[in-house]
């Protein structure tokens, strides 16, 4: 069965501390990786798609990588305005995106 | 204007009771979704549809039925309505089925009493 385990469930950061949240899939043949951003009330807001090991995106201060066993959502320099719900999702191209738990990100000023 | 659309934002409704909620899409995608948000933030998918086929998560319960009226749209009907599915649900979209990036969305909250 496909699955999705991010990690950490929270993470509190000062402002400007940078970090990175984890996400490890075991989905046979994956075929894409996808990072969202959820916002209390809100529906998932997409961010990135990785493909293949060794890809890397970047937006604004967030930046995506995928290994052949995970992935890592690095953020440089966070502000309290990143603070959310970080989710991601993996599909082998059979089935629809599974999802992980998230990581509740906090920023504080 | 937005992608994907859904109504009502909240429901409140009393066990037993049938109930509908309705989605649209202007994003022209040829695959809809049904997903459940469960307390803990858990997204779990329910259906996936495109003109093609319709695709069931085993674990959903029969009461639980989607309808499509044409390519833009994916309702989803509920009937006798238990206190368990009290949950979030949010309707998405992607331009190819399985493989692109989902479109969702901001949600029914379905509250059941």
């Known amino acids: 069965e496909d699955q999705v385990t991010q990690s950490p469930e929270a993470l509190r950061l000062q402002e400007g501390e940078s970090s990175s949240l984890n996400c490890s899939y075991t989905v046979s043949g994956l075929r894409g990786l996808f990072w969202y951003r959820q916002d209390p009330g809100k529906g998932p807001e997409f961010l990135f798609t990785l493909y293949s090991a060794g890809e890397e995106k970047e937006k604004e201060r967030l930046k995506a990588t995928l290994t052949k066993k995970e992935s890592f959502l690095h953020i440089t320099a966070p502000k309290p305005e990143d603070s959310a719900t970080y989710l991601c999702a993996g599909t082998s191209g059979n089935t629809p995106l599974v999802f992980g738990k998230g990581t509740r990100l906090s920023v504080i000023a | 204007d937005t992608a994907v659309s859904q109504t009502p934002k909240y429901l409140v409704t009393q066990m037993g009771n049938d109930k509908s909620i309705k989605c649209e899409q202007n994003?022209?995608?040829?695959?809809m979704y049904w997903y459940k948000q469960d307390s803990k933030k858990f997204l779990k998918i329910m259906f996936s549809?495109?003109?093609?086929?319709?695709?069931i998560n085993e674990t959903v319960p029969n009461r639980f039925s989607p309808k499509s009226p044409d390519k833009a749209h994916l309702n989803l009907h509920i009937n006798s309505l238990e206190l368990g599915d009290s949950a979030v649900y949010f309707c998405?979209?992607?331009?190819?089925?399985?493989?692109?990036?989902?479109?969702f969305g901001n949600g029914t909250r379905l509250t059941v009493t």
């Open positions: 549809y495109n003109n093609k086929e319709l695709i």
């Open positions: 994003l022209g995608h040829d695959t």
């Open positions: 998405a979209s992607s331009q190819v089925q399985n493989n692109s990036p989902l479109h």
